[in-house]
């Protein structure tokens, strides 16, 4: 019995069609984070640019943008690249490793 090739043809194409997305998706982020490098630039800019916030009621809050988008970044990076677990060593080392050498003459367990 032969099978039908067209229902490997469906798979193929969903998972062509899941890593054109991933790609995408990665590329969209990738954007997005030197978009937040060019934000950073211009906060920094308007910083050292503002004069005169001695005299008025609000300012801006630099320092806070800056954690924000400092947390935004670490949130898409985290993303993109997961944090691995580690492997787990469930066996705890003994750290003695001086064995006693069996006797070389004859043995008078028996005795």
């Known amino acids: 019995m032969m099978l039908s090739p067209y229902p490997l043809l469906i ?9 054109a997305q991933d790609v995408g998706e990665r590329s969209d982020f ?17 910083r050292n640019s503002a004069t005169g916030t001695d005299q008025v009621r609000y300012r801006f809050d630099y320092p806070r943008l800056t954690a924000d988008l400092e947390r935004v970044r670490r949130g898409i990076s985290n ?25 070389s003459g004859p043995s008078h367990e028996h005795d």
């Open 79 to 103: 993303y993109l690249s997961p944090p691995r677990a580690q492997p787990a060593d469930l066996v705890e080392l003994t750290g003695d490793y001086r064995a006693e050498t069996p006797d």
């Open 11 to 19: 798979i193929y194409l969903v998972a062509l069609t899941a890593a």
């Open 30 to 46: 990738g954007l997005m984070q030197r978009q937040i490098n060019a934000l950073e630039l211009l906060a920094n800019r308007a």
